[in-house]
Structure formats: structure tokens, C-alpha cells
């Protein structure tokens, strides 16, 4: 059993080797999960009990509502502790240190340089690290110079080759460590050896796990639940955060949310956690929870802006236009040149209408992360509305290379090849987006539209897809009319009397009204009239009375003849005598 003091002690050794090799934003993670370590409050001083205190309100207003079978641990995780690595052989330090300045002032060549003659692993890792940064750098230089900031290019990072051959040269003398081994996987990834590079990285976590850089990586390297289940881990705790993160991006929601349940055990005030369990949410599209908790995560850290533009999305999505412009003008004072931030903003400006500024922020976030798949799905989504869609195609194009599983880019796709009256390329398009969520019943609907186009026009095909969205629990009821009317145009009257009498139900329910209501009554009460069912009939005449127009007259017609069927008598209205 590992305890919450346990755990406490490896993070905070942790933090010192992630900072020592300069792997900030591993040790940054690191430094989040353990203030997010739940205290005795006996040892708290007024300045440290402020953090946890004010997250403390997530956990109590938010649990999932599925029944969820995994235990949550009270005091600790039924897992091995893997013993702290101890540092290397002795190094020079003032080289060391001198090399870690440099790279901390993004002079890679230089700090890799200084570490030249250097045999130790600590030092082969922070050079053959500051390299391939270097080469990272330069590769981004060459795409500019090249094809502008937002263009293609074939560049790529030249230092590869040597680091590859120099890695694996120690990999195969048992020299290299696991700090290493995370940099051989990146290294064999980057150059598409993506088997290798997940075997170099499970090693690297299993002999070092609390390197949050290399579970990231592997997770970006398991595209399926298969290749995950394949993988040989060793059974830490950091594996639980692991699982729980690639489950979430392999759409399994439900799991993830079980794991960041059982996590929160040791680690109640994490605010990392409280976030995922936010996206978890959101996939499944819990709107008002993620705006709760969103709301809490900046009231307990108000300069946070990773994950924000999550956040803006849930509000762009309720239309809380004076939510978003306070997070905008919130973030813009924070750090308005993070790629986050200039999502926010132009979300901002897309719920306003204003569709040439969002671009132009949009595109801004691309300018500084390249690989930002939001903005190119949301840039694409603009361009859309601006009816420019050839732009809008390479926009989501360009967010599929990034991520081949974005259904978001390939619903995109299918949108815009829609409006250029394609809809064979749309439904193929369609298709890539359900294969990667078919529980969505938007994208079920856009497909059966699809299928109801003149080119293609297979009503059955339709008829299914609409039933997926149904079984889906399509919100908005566009997949019970639908079905209602394709059985009517198909001449099955019953069975678009059954889909009629659901969606007039769902209305009544939700207290709608408008043209589909009285289609449906107009229909039904139609139908049960042929059908001899004179009091159904009655009351869905009675019904339509309520409303003016030709389907008022429609329905006194109705009701004569159901008297006059019921009684063998002509109506007596005035109306049927001479004046």
C-alpha cells in the first residue's frame, strides 16, 4: 500500500531530477499533483491551506453519475512503490551548470557544446536533449522561411540521424538511462518508427515513471484500446494518471472518469484532475457540470490559463456571451500570446459574428503553436461560415494530419463538401467522423441528410441513420420528425403515426411549439380519422383548433365528418344550410 506521505516524498525527489535536466513542464506536472496531495490539517499554516481550500468545492459539488465499480482508495493505492533512482556518477558541475543556463535561455547549440567532452548520463541527456531541441528550433526556422508560418513545408529537425545513432549505440551498451530511453522514443517516434519508440518509452517509464514527458509521448503513440492493452507496464500509480488520460482521448469516457474517481483518493486538491475531469464532461456534452467546475478551477487558480479555451467552448456553446467576454479580457491581461488565449478571444468574436477577427485570432494561436489542433477545427469552422470553403477544407485537412482521430475535423469536412453540393464526398467524410464517435447524433443526422440528397437518395440508408440518432438521444428531436416523414413519403402511414405521436410527445414534454407540432397533429389526427379511431382523432382536432390558417379549416372538416361517421347524420353547423 503506498501512502500519501509515500507518494508525497517520490514527487518531491521527482521535481528536483525533472528541474536538474531541465524537463520543466514534466516537473511542473509533478509540482501540481503534490501540492494537489490532500494534508493532515493539524500541519497547515494559514499560507498554505489557501490553495487547497479553495478547490476543496469541486470535489464536493461534482461526482459522476454512473455507478463506477472502481474502489476509491482512503488512504493510499494498492501498487509497488519504484524505489527513487539515485543521481548518476560525478559530473563537472560549474559545466553543467553552465549548460543548464544556456538552455534555459533557449541557447541549445550552446549548451550542448559545453557538454561535449562530458560522460556521465546526466550530462549525455541534457546534451543530446539541448540538440534535438536545437534541431527542433531550426526545423520551425526553416518552415518560415520557407512557406510562411502557416504553410506546408518538408523541413525537418537534421539532428535526428546523429541522435538516433547515438542513443541506440548506448541503449545496446547498457549505458543509457531512463531519461535516455525517453529521448530514443522521442527521437524513433519524430522519425516514424512508432514500435520501437513504444517499446524505448515503456522501458523509460517503468524504470523511471514519474516523467509525465514520456507518458505523453506513449500515449500519443496508442491509437487504439488494442495497442494500449499490449503495452507491459509495471504497476505504479503514475500508471493510473496515464490510463486515465489515454482513455479520455480514446473516447472512453466513462473509464477515464473512473480512474480520476480513484485518483482523487491521495490526490483530493489536484487541480489537474479537476480539469480532465472537466474534458471528460464536456465529450459527453454535461455543459452546465464543466461551466460549475471551470468556474471553481479559476476561483482556486485565477491566472490559469491551460485548458481555458476548453472553457470558452462550453460557453460559445450556451451562448453566455458576457461569460466569454470576461474570460477573454481575463486571459488577454494573464498572457494574451499563449495559443489558448487567442482561442478564447476569437470564440469570443465568433459568437459576436464577427468571423474575420476570430480568423485572424485563430490563426494568430497557429502562429505559436503550429500543431494546435482547436484552432485549425475552429478556424475551419469560421470559414464555413464565411462560405469561403475551399479554406475551410485546408483548415481541417491540415487538423486531421495533426490528428488523424479528430472527429471534429472530419464532421468539418463533411460540412463543407455538403455546401459545395458533394454529397458523396461528405458522406465519406461522415463516415470517418462516426467511426471515431458513433454515439453523436449529429453526426448520424448529417449523414442521413446525406443519403436524402438527389445524387444519392437512398431513403432506407437514411431511415437507419436517423434510428442511430434517436437511440443516441438527439436533444433537439430532428431524428423523430425526419423518420416520421420519410414513412410518410414512403406510404407507411402507421409507423410514421408512431414516430408523429414520439415527437409530438418530446414537444409537449419540453413545451415547444411551431410548424413540426401541427404537421404532426395535422397528420394524426388525418390518420386515426381513416382509421376509424374517432376519439384520437377528436382530440388531436380539438387541438389543432388552437391555431389559425388553412389546418384550422382542415380540422373543422375533420370533426364534421367524424360526426357524421358516428352519427350516420350530415353535420348540423349553420354553415351546410342556404341563407
Known amino acids: 500500500m503506498v501512502s500519501k506521505e509515500s507518494c508525497r516524498n517520490e514527487i518531491r525527489a521527482a521535481i528536483e531530477q525533472l528541474s536538474e535536466r531541465c524537463l520543466h513542464s514534466a516537473a511542473k506536472w509533478a509540482g501540481e499533483q503534490l501540492v494537489g496531495i490532500e494534508r493532515d ?22 461526482s459522476t453519475n454512473e455507478s463506477i465499480s472502481t474502489p476509491q482508495p482512503s488512504v493510499g493505492f494498492s501498487q509497488a512503490a519504484t524505489p527513487l533512482p539515485e543521481e548518476d556518477e560525478v559530473i563537472d558541475s560549474d559545466l553543467y551548470h553552465l549548460a543548464k543556463s544556456y538552455f534555459n535561455c533557449r541557447e541549445y547549440r550552446r549548451a550542448s557544446h559545453v557538454l561535449r567532452d562530458q560522460m556521465s548520463k546526466k550530462s549525455v541527456f541534457l546534451r543530446c536533449y539541448a540538440l534535438y531541441l536545437a534541431g527542433e528550433k531550426r526545423k520551425e526556422e526553416e518552415m518560415i522561411e520557407l512557406e510562411g508560418s502557416l504553410g506546408k513545408s518538408d523541413a525537418i529537425n537534421r539532428e535526428l540521424v546523429s541522435l538516433e545513432r547515438e542513443l541506440s549505440a548506448l541503449k545496446r551498451t547498457g549505458t543509457i538511462d531512463s531519461f535516455g530511453l525517453y529521448l530514443y522514443g522521442v527521437v524513433l517516434k519524430e522519425k516514424g518508427n512508432e514500435t520501437l519508440a513504444r517499446a524505448s518509452l515503456v522501458e523509460s517509464v517503468n524504470s523511471y515513471p514519474w516523467n509525465w514527458n514520456a507518458w505523453s509521448e506513449l500515449q500519443s503513440l496508442c491509437t487504439s484500446i488494442e495497442i494500449l492493452n499490449s503495452l507491459n507496464l509495471s504497476n505504479h500509480w503514475m500508471k493510473e494518471f496515464f490510463l486515465a488520460s489515454a482513455y479520455q482521448e480514446l473516447r472512453m469516457h466513462t473509464e477515464s472518469l473512473a480512474k ?11 487541480n489537474y484532475i479537476q480539469a480532465q475531469t472537466a474534458k471528460a464532461q464536456y465529450s459527453l456534452r454535461e455543459f452546465d457540470q464543466v461551466e460549475i467546475m471551470f468556474e471553481d478551477l479559476l476561483r482556486n487558480d485565477p491566472y490559469r490559463v491551460e485548458d481555458m479555451d476548453l472553457y470558452s467552448n462550453v460557453l460559445y456553446a450556451k451562448e453566455a456571451c458576457a461569460a466569454l467576454s470576461y474570460l477573454a479580457h481575463k486571459v488577454f491581461l494573464t498572457d494574451k500570446y499563449r495559443p489558448e488565449s487567442c482561442c478564447i478571444i476569437g470564440n469570443y468574436y465568433s459568437l459576436k459574428g464577427q468571423h474575420e477577427k476570430a480568423v485572424m485570432y485563430f490563426r494568430r494561436a497557429l502562429k505559436l503553436n503550429k500543431k494546435y489542433l482547436s484552432a485549425w477545427t475552429l478556424m475551419g469552422h469560421e470559414y464555413v461560415e464565411m462560405k469561403n470553403t475551399p479554406a475551410a477544407i485546408d483548415a481541417y485537412r491540415r487538423a486531421v494530419d495533426i490528428n488523424p482521430c479528430d472527429y471534429r475535423a472530419w464532421y468539418g469536412l463533411g460540412q463543407a463538401y455538403e455546401m459545395m453540393g458533394m ?16 454515439n453523436d447524433s449529429r453526426l448520424w443526422i448529417a449523414m442521413a441528410k446525406c443519403y436524402q440528397t438527389e445524387q444519392i437518395y437512398m431513403l432506407e440508408e437514411a431511415i437507419k441513420c436517423y434510428k442511430r440518432a434517436v437511440n443516441c438521444t438527439d436533444t433537439e428531436g430532428i431524428a423523430l420528425n425526419q423518420l416520421a416523414k420519410l414513412h410518410q413519403k414512403l406510404g407507411r402511414d402507421e409507423e410514421a403515426a408512431v414516430y408523429f405521436e414520439k415527437d409530438l410527445e418530446r414537444m409537449d414534454s419540453e413545451g415547444l411549439e411551431g410548424p413540426n407540432m401541427l404537421e404532426a397533429l395535422v397528420f394524426l389526427a388525418t390518420h386515426f380519422k381513416t382509421h376509424k379511431k374517432f376519439e384520437e382523432a377528436e382530440v388531436y382536432c380539438t387541438r389543432i383548433l388552437d391555431y389559425s390558417g388553412p389546418e384550422k379549416e382542415k380540422a373543422k372538416s375533420l370533426l364534421r365528418g367524424i360526426r357524421m361517421e358516428k352519427t350516420g347524420f350530415p353535420s348540423m353547423d349553420m354553415e351546410h344550410f342556404p341563407l
Do not use: D
Not at 454529397?423 to 458513433?438: E, G, V
Open 260 to 270: 480520476y474517481e480513484y485518483l482523487q483518493g491521495i490526490f483530493s486538491f489536484s
Open 423 to 438: 454529397p458523396f464526398y461528405a458522406l465519406h467524410y461522415f463516415r470517418k467522423s462516426i467511426f471515431f464517435l458513433p
Open 41 to 62: 490539517p493539524s500541519n497547515f499554516t494559514p499560507s498554505n491551506t489557501r490553495f487547497q481550500r479553495g478547490s476543496s468545492s469541486i470535489r464536493r459539488r461534482f
